[in-house]
């Protein structure tokens, strides 16, 4: 369709590059002059494709067949149900007018909502002082459960943004259950597009919620088994909860653990060995001997998600493990492809050791500790620290700069600090999940592909095939496809 609507706006010359990416009408007007950049489309056609982009917005869309209530059936999903309730509720009701709670209930919904959605969940039901969400429908993703708990940090945070009238921060308390529901149609007195969840996992959530304490999020035992490694958390014991046939082991979610890949995460420690990826390791590790003589490499692992690519790189790591290379890790996250340098602020934050809890001094001790281990330029430190929003304490003078110059200097300096490294021992740059990328980090990443060809290092990078590709011209560069496996 789309390559149809390009040719009578004398652009079909795009259509593979726009097929290739996946975009089709639907998407085509919410893309930006970034995103045609990347594609490769020159200046002008840039221009001519956002105005007639634009235009196809303003064209009214078909009609919409709305289905009858009748016609929804009910469907056996695996959903994740997360409940919040305002802490206090009753009390503040007694003390604050009607009209003033109600202002007061309807902006602790609007902050509930907004984390809900920030992390593509939907709000099924708000029960007087509670909101009940799901995640896995009505669309399902690849980590609902962790879609789930990073919901409820940033729910905890926007509520505890608000203020109740004696000044206090109001407080929320969270449970997320896992498991085999029934959806179906709300045939009771909720909104129309309200559906019916039935199965334990509502049931378990909301008593989840009851046992948990103000400003903390409980998870049940098969949403803990779900989340692996990602977040670190509190063993509970075990509790029997009415309407739930069996005890259930209760957890408290402590934080999110940084530095790991999503692989790591994920699994356990007990990998089964590699089969059929001969071809891919003799390649990658070729490149690393190309590396380690001083003619940077990068090789480029595409393929289908679960296919196996983030295994090969762990086996390349075990590989070379024994030489004792530096080896820097950059996680991109479906949560945070629009927050700029994110995973260069999750392995900054990893490697130095940062704590949550920890007060600003001890966090620039622990940047400045790292930083001068790396080598870093002193007059550099400030840039870093603003991009883990530490503050210096005055013992750095702060260049005032423009936020693209500062992007500018920043990238500069990572770029400058990986080439420095590469020096004392040959450096391997994992980066996971590249078509989850931020425009910073890709920015940050073209540079030092760029810079690497005459260092010690190797970049290794994974992503799916609709990412496109843009240094694929350059000679030190190697794509490496990841095919599925015969069934032999």
Known sequence: MIAE?????????????????????????????????????????RKRLLRAARQLRDEPPPPEIVPSPQAREA??????????????????????????????????YDASRLGIEAFDGKVGKLLGDGVMAYFGYPIAHEGDA?????????????????????????????????????????????????AQVLGDAPNLAARLQQLAEPGSVL???????????????????????????????VWRVVKRRE???????????????????????????????????GQGSVGLLCGEAGIGKSR????????IEAEQPIVIRYQCSPHHANTPFFPVISELTAAAGIEEGDAADTRLDKLETLLDTAGTKREEVPLFAALLSIPTSGRYTMIDLTPQRRKERTIAALVAGLVARSRSRPVLVLFEDLHWVDASTLEALSRAIDAIQDSRAMILATFRPEFFVPWLDNSHVSMVRVNRLPRE
């Open 219 to 249: 998870v049940a035992d098969a949403t803990r088994r779900l989340l692996g490694a990602i977040f670190e958390c509190e063993d509970r014991g075990l509790h029997s909860f009415k309407g739930i046939p069996q005890s259930v082991r």
């Open 259 to 293: 530095g790991l890949s999503r692989f790591e995460a994920t699994r356990s420690r007990q990998l089964s060995r590699l089969i059929g990826r001969t071809e891919e390791m003799r390649t990658l590790l070729d490149l690393w001997e190309r590396a380690k003589g």
């Open 75 to 108: 469907e056996r999903r695996h959903l994740t149900v997360m409940f919040c309730d305002l802490v206090g509720s009753s009390g503040l009701a007694a003390q604050m007018d009607p009209e003033d709670f109600t202002r007061l209930l309807g902006e602790f």
């Open 5 to 45: 609507w390009l040719k009578t706006h004398g652009l079909s010359a795009y259509a593979a590059a726009l097929e290739t990416a996946a975009i089709d009408l639907d998407v085509l007007p919410d893309l930006t002059d970034a995103d045609l950049q990347q594609l490769g489309i020159p200046l002008g056609d």
């Open 146 to 194: 962790e879609r789930a708990v990073n919901a409820a940090a940033d729910v905890l945070t926007r509520v505890a943004a608000l203020r109740a009238p004696d000044g206090e921060a109001l407080q929320i308390r969270i449970g997320i259950a896992t498991g085999l529901v029934v959806v179906g149609e709300d045939r009771g007195e909720g909104r129309p597009d309200e």
């Open 312 to 319: 090969i790189s762990v086996a390349v790591t075990e590989a």
